[in-house]
């Protein structure tokens, strides 16, 4: 059966992209900048519990009695779970509709949080941020579905402008807020937080959204794609997640990176089968949109993957609590609040291949300027990159966002939020698995001769492999009784050879960076952000 989907590129009203549902009522519901509002309450709570966790894992596993792995498992239980549903809930909006979609993902994260703080044991903890993960998954594509339908093109940008902001500032504002209800209240206080801001939501959502459908929205369901594409996605996450464990020369990650390379492949070859495909492949003969999801990718590895060490060399190198280390953050959290609304407005105007490219200019600089980091660096000379990257990270994920969105058509409006958020996933992931094995294979190469030409004692090759893992950290592995004058020594030879992991690392992510500028001159204005145009008030 060969595929009979197309891509449809008619404007408002001319065709089956037209979106189809009850016209807006008078007063707020259906109002566009409420309904972002409603959509942004719920997306701040995916967002936020992207990194507040982070700073809950030392008392989750004091109070737990949880071990190393076991507390990475909170983590990555909850990633893999949202990165390998993110393209079939997207799917599901299209089909049943994006508010309820959107509901149900709010109400069910909500309430796995709350299961969360209830519970007792490590084990319930991780199956609840499984769930938290699936329906994350519903919520987020959801919301940008909602936005495409409700905004006119020409207001577009600056909705998915501010969305942005929402999601930086969630993202980088985790660890200030974990840190201040780890230290005042408890762990559990960090995902109860998530009951009264999921109960905020449906209120609204329920009071203020309205139903869109695209008239020739999909009416089956392609298991068999959805059953290769979560599989594939599966094999391909975990690897990036069991890499820096298994090490990059294991036969166990190649395997399992060879199979989703294969199910990818069959993935491909039954969407080109099937009457109503998951991914119409079609969607990727379109240049911009192609571009916009690689753009999205390399954006994320050069972020996260960079970033993933500030956090250890602002605590660890510098000896900051986590608050004061969040704190120092900020500069960034406050150039992504004031630059995506400002973003939006001039990706209106000029369309977005500038923006995005300088962007990425600002963002390749940011991460070169944070490879000259010293473990004496000041906080002026930090916050410099920290808010240049902010600044460079703002037009691209508003930029890349409308790309890929824009140029999919409206009854595919879920598939593309969630291919935009999936595409953010995995660079993410990548970014942190790669860049984690280049500060690996540079902390491994010069500990040795650092640690000889400080005078210290020969280690064992078992103290060796012990050191490296905690100097990857900014660890100083000092042991207790030592003098001194010698863990002044180790003190300096664990940071310094940190830092040359962090500087290579960041010059890594800045050749990323360099990359994406050159990817960026591909994409072009959605042809399709019309086709969600003028319902509701402005």
């Not at 893999?80 to 079939?88: E, F, G, N, R």
């Not at 309430?111 to 699936?134: E, H, K, P, T």
């Not at 937080?193 to 695209?214: E, T, Y």
């Not at 060399?313 to 960034?332: E, F, T």
Request: aromatic share 8%.
């Amino acid at each position: 059966m060969t595929s009979q989907t197309t891509i449809d590129k008619t404007g408002p009203g001319d065709g089956p992209s037209t979106p189809s549902g009850p016209a807006p009522a008078s007063g707020l519901r259906g109002h566009p900048w409420v309904t972002l509002i409603t959509v942004a309450v719920g997306v701040m709570m995916v967002a936020l519990d992207g990194t507040i966790v982070a700073i809950a894992n030392p008392a989750i596993g004091k109070d737990l009695g949880a071990s190393w792995s076991e507390l990475q498992w909170i983590t990555n239980a909850y990633f893999l779970a949202l990165a390998v549903s993110l393209i079939t809930a997207g799917k599901l909006g299209d089909r049943f509709g994006h508010r309820q979609t959107f509901l149900i993902g709010v109400a069910g994260f909500a309430a796995s949080s709350g299961a969360i703080g209830l519970s007792d044991s490590i084990a319930a903890v991780i199956v609840f941020r499984v769930f938290q993960g699936l329906f994350g998954a519903l919520l987020m594509p959801a919301a940008l579905g909602l936005l495409r339908a409700t905004f006119p093109a020409e207001k577009l940008n600056m909705a998915i402008g501010i969305w942005g902001m929402v999601i930086g500032a969630s993202t980088a504002g985790g660890p200030i807020l974990g840190g201040v209800l780890v230290e005042h209240v408890n762990w559990q206080s960090v995902f109860f937080i998530n009951v009264p801001v999921g109960v905020l939501a449906v209120v609204l959502g329920v009071l203020i959204l309205l139903d869109h459908r695209a008239e020739n929205a999909p009416r089956s369901f392609d298991v068999v794609g959805i059953v290769l594409l979560s599989a594939s996605m599966f094999c391909l996450v975990w690897a990036l997640i069991k890499a820096p464990e298994w090490g990059w020369g294991s036969g166990q990650t190649w395997l399992f990176i060879a199979v989703s390379v294969v199910g990818f492949a069959a993935f491909s070859f039954w969407e080109t089968r099937v009457r109503e495909p998951l991914i119409p492949l079609a969607m990727f003969r379109s240049v911009p949109l192609s571009a916009g999801v690689v753009l999205m990718v390399l954006m994320a590895i050069a972020f996260m993957g960079g970033l993933f060490f500030v956090t250890f060399y602002l605590q660890n190198v510098h000896g900051m609590s986590p608050i004061d280390a969040g704190l120092h953050l900020l500069p960034l959290t406050a150039m992504m609040i004031v630059a995506s609304p400002l973003a939006g407005a001039m990706i209106t105007k000029v369309g977005p291949r500038v923006p995005l490219a300088g962007g990425m200019v600002f963002t390749a600089v940011a991460m070169y300027g944070m490879s000259t980091l010293e473990k004496d660096t000041g906080s002026v000379a930090m916050s410099v990159w920290f808010a240049l990257l902010g600044l460079g990270l703002a037009p691209v994920m508003v930029g890349a966002t409308e790309v890929i969105v824009g140029n999919a058509p409206m009854e595919l409006s879920g598939v593309a939020g969630g291919l935009q958020q999936a595409a953010m996933q995995i660079g993410g992931s990548l970014g942190t698995a790669v860049l984690g094995a280049v500060m690996a294979s540079k902390v491994d190469s010069d500990l040795a001769g650092n640690w000889t030409d400080a005078g210290l004692p020969a280690l064992t090759p078992e103290q060796e492999e012990l050191t490296a893992q905690a100097v990857q950290q900014g660890i100083a592995p000092v042991p207790e009784g030592t003098p001194e004058q010698i863990a002044a020594k180790i003190t300096d030879v664990a940071h310094d050879t940190f830092i040359s992991g962090m500087s290579l690392a960041s010059l890594v992510a800045a050749g990323v960076a360099a990359v994406a500028v050159l990817v960026a001159f591909l994409t072009k204005r959605g042809e399709n952000a019309e086709a969600g145009a003028g319902v509701g008030h402005i």
